[in-house]
């Protein structure tokens, strides 16, 4: 029997709460089995920003979602070829994992720029959006087709960006779980 799979990618630099909290979301939602939180290597839209390491974005990612049942950490886009194009961490799910439906999981803000993303209307073709609200996100710039694939869940957004744990200019021990924040101070990161 096949699970209902939600895909949460990102290059979690560092992964906070609020990411955390929005897989709880997906998770209480009742569409979804399973999460599987997809470590992206180097984002094409990101390519040289990433400010850790993967080996250190993926010990952190662990660390933050030990306690979530249900959610899995995935390093599955680290062997595709490079770039992993959304559409392409897609494909090969969906060929390796025929019995499971897969959606993609966002934040709100996605949403509303979706259709930028590379071949946005053939992921659209192949599972449809799940979307938790970010503060002060507004859908009224998505385009249509987009909205017409997006399930939006309940979910109290967390106003938090990796940006902003990296800069310093919010606070990290607030913002990250305690052993990510125990992790990034051992080892020096940002």
Not at 95 to 102: A, G, L
Not at 134 to 163: M, Q, Y
Request: hydrophobic share 35%; proline share 6%.
């Amino acid at each position: 029997m096949g699970k209902r799979i939600g895909i949460f990618g990102g290059s979690f630099d560092p992964v906070h709460t609020g990411h955390v909290e929005a897989v709880a979301s997906f998770l209480n939602s009742g569409l979804l089995d399973e999460v599987w939180v997809m470590l992206t290597p180097d984002p094409p839209h990101k390519l040289g920003k990433s400010k850790a390491s993967y080996s250190h974005r993926h010990a952190m990612l662990e660390l933050a979602f030990a306690d979530l049942d249900s959610a899995f950490v995935s390093t599955y886009e680290k062997d595709l070829p490079y770039p992993s194009y959304t559409l392409q961490t897609l494909t090969h799910l969906i060929q390796d994992y025929p019995v499971h439906t897969f959606f993609l999981c966002l934040g709100g803000d996605s949403v509303s720029h979706f259709h930028e993303w590379y071949k946005f209307e053939d992921i659209l073709g192949i599972c449809s959006l799940i979307a938790a609200e970010r503060p002060g996100n507004s859908t009224e710039s998505a385009d249509p087709r987009v909205l017409e694939k997006t399930i939006f869940v309940e979910h109290i957004p967390l106003d938090i960006s990796s940006t902003g744990v990296r800069s310093g200019t919010i606070d990290k021990g607030y913002h990250l779980p305690e052993n990510v924040e125990h992790y990034i101070s051992k080892h020096k990161l940002y």
